[in-house]
């Protein structure tokens, strides 16, 4: 099997910093990285043969689409490129037809860029926003379940769940939610930020109206490519962030929801159309057997860090626990001087959350991270920490 290092050199990270940040952007090996630069000096040779809607970009898109809905488990159709989760999440919410006292319930573990998302529709919509606190430290999933569950009410339009959550890097139980939800008929978002190549999905049988991931994070693409998926009998409900050529098309591809959201004026799409590229490298590197070392690496990491912050973890490892880890931060640290520090004085690259009202240093593992990666940061934290 490839080890750790000889996958290192497939990777463009700097040597000199120990990167255990790979949640935040991911990193983007070099045999798709050469393909995404490839497709765009295809693109400024000629950008109007590249570009142009009557010649061959739609079937490259789609052939894109293709690939990566086998991948996930959906249809063709039922995927759109984005450029992030957060784009895709933001043209679903600003869609939703919502109403003052509608409510949409979610768990105090959510990525805080959606928190303002959120914020911001309802300020304009009078809905509110209803955060669940999870029971810490986590045990059984039941137990999330019902915390969250325990929220709808009659004014409950839609539910809106981490599938791994951002701040605390644990896989929370949304298909007995999303099961829930729809014999409720309460609308279900699930942000996959992190479970595109972290997690196998079967979106058809998750059953969600929609599921939002990056390509560029676990799946290793490059920056700015992500999919939105929209359950096909729920696209209709779904509008265009920008309105563009897409919209009441006089050239009408597959449906309308592929239309309006894949035809919205100029951009670079040499991202999306390397898609492909990053799962032949996910595949001819049999990276399913790497992210399980990879478990057993982070495991192995939030163990030692626990022994140096000398505070209980929020989880056990099963069922919780993937390639993302959070570990406690004592009372009086200041979060940011250490996240500021490390990165500076240790060249170690990695980040703090905070939730739960309490600050945690977030830890995750990919195919080119090393047992040594992990040494620096235990004795970066044991000399800041004394």
């Known amino acids: 099997m490839t080890t750790a290092n000889d996958l290192r050199r497939l990777f463009l990270l700097r040597d000199d910093v120990a990167f255990l940040n790979h949640g935040s952007f991911g990193a983007c090996p070099r045999p ?26 739609p079937a490259r898109l789609a052939d894109a689409r293709a690939r990566l809905a086998a991948f996930v488990g959906a249809d063709r159709d039922e995927i759109v490129f984005v450029p992030n989760t957060t784009t895709g999440l933001n043209i679903v919410a600003r869609s939703l037809d919502l109403h003052p006292g509608d409510e949409i319930l979610t768990t105090d573990h959510e990525y805080g860029a959606m928190d303002r998302t959120w914020a911001f529709v309802c300020g304009k919509t009078g809905a509110t926003y209803v955060p669940r606190a999870l029971p810490l430290p986590l045990d059984d999933p039941q137990a999330v379940v019902e915390a969250v569950w325990g929220g709808v009410t009659g004014r409950t ?15 929370l139980p949304v298909e007995e939610l999303v099961a829930r939800a729809r ?102 590197h049999d990276w399913r057997r790497v992210r399980a070392r990879c478990r057993e690496l ?73 047992s040594g990666d992990v040494d620096r940061l235990v004795a970066a934290l044991r000399a800041e920490l004394g």
């Open 183 to 284: 014999t409720r008929g309460i609308f279900t978002i699930v942000d996959g930020a992190h479970g595109p190549g972290q997690i196998d999905l079967d979106l058809h049988a998750l059953g969600a109206d929609v599921y939002v991931g990056n390509c560029h994070k676990w799946l290793m693409s490059p920056k700015g490519a992500a999919m939105l998926y929209v359950r096909e009998d729920r696209q209709d409900l779904i509008e265009p962030l920008a309105v563009s050529w897409g919209w009441h098309d006089d050239q009408p591809g597959p449906s309308r929801f592929i239309d309006e959201q894949e035809w919205i004026g100029t951009r670079d799409v040499s991202a999306y159309l390397a898609v492909p590229a990053a799962l032949d490298f996910f595949e001819e």
């Open 32 to 57: 798709v990285f050469e393909v995404y630069q490839a497709l765009q000096r295809e693109l400024e040779a000629e950008p109007v043969d590249f570009l142009a809607r009557e010649r061959t970009l």
């Open 298 to 370: 982070l495991l192995e990491s939030r163990a030692r860090l626990l022994e140096v912050v000398r505070l209980p973890a929020p989880c056990p490892a099963d069922p919780w626990l993937l390639q993302m880890a959070v570990v406690p931060l004592p009372a009086g640290v200041d979060a940011t001087a250490l996240h500021l520090t490390l990165r500076r004085d240790h060249l170690i690259e990695v980040p703090v959350t905070r939730f739960a009202n309490r600050d945690w240093l977030r830890i995750s593992i990919n195919g080119y991270n090393t």
């Open 157 to 171: 339009r839609v539910l809106f769940l981490s599938h791994i959550a951002s701040t605390s890097g644990v896989r």
